[in-house]
């Protein structure tokens, strides 16, 4: 079975531009997550969906960050304007919606704003 | 407040020791416990789960963790580390509803392993 998927896998930006991250979750899965991860603080949850529906949008770090996802298969977080401290590894992972089934990674996006 | 503590930020271990990383939770009720591991430029891959039942679990990799109520902890070992166990381990828990709309985890800081030959 393929795993989840991201794209593109490294993205080099300069400040101001937009940025769109992508991500496929593994088939059958219903949650999603979005996570990034930089030195100074760790891996910080950024949203999360169940069933398509974003259920805790708590961790996005502003309005410049957005996130859908448009059916279960595909999911983007588009940063608008993007700045220089954007830049870090941005996660995808995906679960089934039982309790205690683990989260599935992807292998990240690591963005880079100039 | 729900956290989880990894206080060792870097172990270096030699080849052929034993590994034992720590990680204690603060939750309001029994949580379900899970160990990922990253090698660099990698996503994270789970080592192994805790939900409940025997606190000795088995992972992949020759990994095992122990789950100690009474202490919060939940500390991952290894008898023998070998040079390729080199990463960075992270401990996570996650609510007893943790299924549904309750999907999200807890992740420590993360203890970054370096194996010596």
């Known amino acids: 079975d393929a795993g989840v998927i991201q794209s593109p896998r490294h993205e080099v930006t300069e400040m101001g531009q937009e940025v769109t991250l992508r991500c496929k979750p593994i088939?059958?899965?219903?949650?999603l997550f979005w996570y990034r991860q930089t030195m100074m603080r760790g891996l910080e949850l950024l949203i999360y969906?169940?069933?398509?529906?974003?259920?805790?949008d708590s961790g996005m770090p502003e309005d410049r960050f957005s996130a859908k996802m448009p059916n279960a298969s595909f999911s983007t977080l588009k940063i608008q304007p993007s700045e220089p401290r954007d830049s870090a590894v941005y996660f995808c992972?995906?679960?089934?919606?039982?309790?205690?089934?683990?989260?599935?990674f992807g292998p990240g996006t690591r963005l880079t704003v100039t | 407040a729900q956290s989880v503590t990894q206080p060792d930020i870097h172990i270096t271990v030699s080849e052929g020791a034993s590994l034992e990383l720590r990680c204690n939770y603060s939750?309001?009720?029994?949580?379900?416990l899970f160990w990922y591991v990253q090698s660099p430029g990698q996503g994270l891959q789970l080592l192994l789960k805790?939900?409940?039942?025997?606190?000795l679990v088995q992972g992949i990799k020759g990994f095992e963790a122990e789950f100690k109520r009474s202490q919060s902890s939940f500390n991952l070992r290894k008898p023998s580390v070998h040079w390729s166990d080199a990463a960075e381990y992270f401990c996570?828990?996650?609510?007893?509803?943790?299924?549904?709309?309750?999907?999200?985890?807890?992740f420590g800081k993360g203890t970054k392993l370096s194996v010596k030959p």
């Open positions: 969906f169940n069933n398509n529906v974003p259920i805790d």
């Open positions: 996570a828990v996650g609510p007893m509803n943790y299924g549904g709309s309750q999907g999200n985890l807890i």
């Open positions: 088939s059958g899965h219903n949650s």
């Open positions: 939750y309001g009720a029994t949580p379900y």
């Open positions: 805790y939900f409940s039942g025997d606190t």
């Open positions: 992972a995906s679960k089934l919606g039982r309790q205690g089934n683990e989260q599935y």
